[in-house]
């Protein structure tokens, strides 16, 4: 099993910025991709940046340039850097772990709140 633990979410004003961590614990050499999505109020959640084991990195269209994913201690500690942030980007943030074989693990979310 893989255990996944976001932090760093919270209230910032558009404009400002915010870095998400997520650290992973168990058996993570089954984890191939690591990423972060993000679910709004009424809205699906959607994926928002994804890190490889070979450290490709993926973007949603919405956050490329404003937002980076990076790893820190091989796999055990991801990273979601936000700059800029839009009260669009409102929502409940999840960590995802994606193994060899696509079986997904999540973790249980922070909130972040863009608002003036």
């Known amino acids: 099993q893989v255990q996944l633990v976001e932090s760093g979410g919270g209230l910032v004003q558009p404009g400002g910025s915010l870095r998400l961590s997520c650290t992973a614990s168990g058996t993570i050499s089954r984890i191939n991709t690591m990423g972060w999505y993000r679910q709004a109020p009424g809205k699906q959640r959607e994926r928002v940046a994804a890190l490889t084991s070979d450290g490709s990195t993926n973007y949603a269209d919405s956050v490329k340039g404003r937002f980076t994913i990076s790893r820190h201690n091989a796999k055990t500690t991801v990273y979601l850097q936000m700059n800029g942030l839009k009260p669009e980007d409102t929502a409940v943030y999840y960590c995802?772990?994606?193994?060899?074989?696509?079986?997904?693990?999540w973790g249980k979310g922070t909130r972040v709140t863009v608002s003036s």
């Open positions: 995802n772990g994606r193994s060899v074989g696509n079986v997904d693990y």
